[in-house]
Structure formats: C-alpha cells, structure tokens
C-alpha cells in the first residue's frame, strides 16, 4: 500500500483507509470493509502527491467474517489509459 498511494507507513497504519479513495470510491470501499463487496472492483485510489490512480482491487472475505479478509490492489492507470487511447 505505501508504494501504491505513495504515503509512509506511519500515515497508513491506525488511520481510516477511506482517505486513500477517491470521494466516488468511498461506499464500495466501505462495503469492502464491512464485508457486502467481494470479487474483482475498480475505484479510484488518490497518491500522497494528490494524483489520482485506477486501481483494482480483488477482495475475499473469510465466510462469515469480515475480520479475516484478504484484500490485494493493483494499479491499473496505464491499463485504462491505454484501453481508453490517451497517453
């Protein structure tokens, strides 16, 4: 996570992980913590420097328990801007 959104591990750890997302992102994002969204998503994740980046994040809950999960996130930014044609 802190190579992904560009932030020390101080910054991340013990803070809510919604200030990572985008404002558009955040009820998916809550619906991953809370444990209703599972699968593949894609949200938009904001870096320390402000920029903003596609991510995909694919999100498996141990039945019946949200508090063994295992969450793995990749950016995808050069993957949609290619598919979208821009540079």
């Known amino acids: 996570l802190c190579r992904i959104f560009m932030r020390r591990r101080a910054d991340i750890v013990g803070s809510s ?6 404002e558009d992102a955040q009820g998916r994002i809550r619906g991953v913590l809370e444990g209703s969204v599972t ?16 991510l995909e994040l694919v999100v498996q809950h141990e039945p019946g328990t949200v508090s063994s999960s295992y969450i793995a996130v ?8 290619a598919e979208a044609g821009s540079p």
């Open 74 to 81: 990749r950016d995808v930014t050069r993957r949609k801007k």
């Open 17 to 22: 992980l919604l200030k990572l997302f985008a």
């Open 39 to 54: 699968g593949s998503i894609e949200v938009r994740g904001i870096r320390g420097d402000g920029e903003v980046r596609e």
